[in-house]
């Protein structure tokens, strides 16, 4: 059953609509709450209501329960600051964690032909990243570490297969660092394409961009996901990308996959993000000494 927050509880309900019901609340709810009609009158509520509500309905399991249909006109029924309020406020969540992403970017015009599956422990403040290339993608064996408190300019890596051993010191920055992708290890958290959407958000508004233009439901690595696409008129350089495609997790406040496309039309890049636990790690996840690591 889909139901709204207790705390939202006192704000009237429209009239003419369904009432939306609360845990414990008075309306009595009909079995059929998570209906379209129901759920339509979610995008009539304030938006901290929505927040509250979708933020609710993820955390417990009621949205990933929701057809394709009812995702798509839930979403198409969104206050345009909805989803910006709820992904803001979930990624103070997400400080210190665990995951896996798969990644292909196009290098210097180049299309990387298999993705490569990486390992990344990830800890916000300080930032301090530990990446792992595992064995079914690409550079199999490569390990990196970033650790700003020691220095905020530079990592830590070795390749992998023969010259694993040789471990070397290079600039972020570096065309050896970006020799494999156009992100800095800086960016490498989820954190990043959570904020590049908010920041990409706002050139939306300035050019009258105030919703995606497409909004579907796709299944990535086995999860469902609500995709945004967004599509500028400019592109690049105004522009992150001519247009991005953006899967929102059903369970958690991230999106489990980007997709970025030039002006010209051809895939940028595509990342997936799966298995992203909270943890807390202690000094030797980010230290070159670590015996799990071969530095």
Known sequence: ???????????????????????????????????????????????????????????????????????????????????????????ARYREYEFHTYGQQRIKGVWQAEPAHLLVRYRQDPRQVYVKWLADGRNAGQEMIYDETKDPKQLYAHQGGTFSFVAIWTPIDSGRALAQSRHTVRELNIGYVTNLYLSELKKYHAVGIDKPSKIEVSTESGERVVALTWETPTGQPQFYAKKVRLGLDLRHPFFRTSEAWDNSGELLEKFTFADVTPKHFDDSAFDPKNPQYRF
């Open 1 to 91: 059953m889909i139901v709204l927050p207790a705390r939202a509880q006192d704000t009237p309900t429209p009239s003419g609509s369904t009432p939306v019901s609360a845990p414990g609340g008075d309306t009595a709810a009909s079995s059929n709450a998570s209906s379209s009609a129901t759920l339509l009158q979610v995008g009539s509520l304030p938006v901290e209501r929505q927040v509250a509500w979708l933020n609710h309905a993820a955390q417990s399991g009621d949205l990933e329960k929701l057809s394709d249909v009812q995702l798509v006109e839930l979403f198409q029924s969104l206050s345009p600051d909805t989803l910006p309020r709820y992904l803001e406020a979930g990624s």
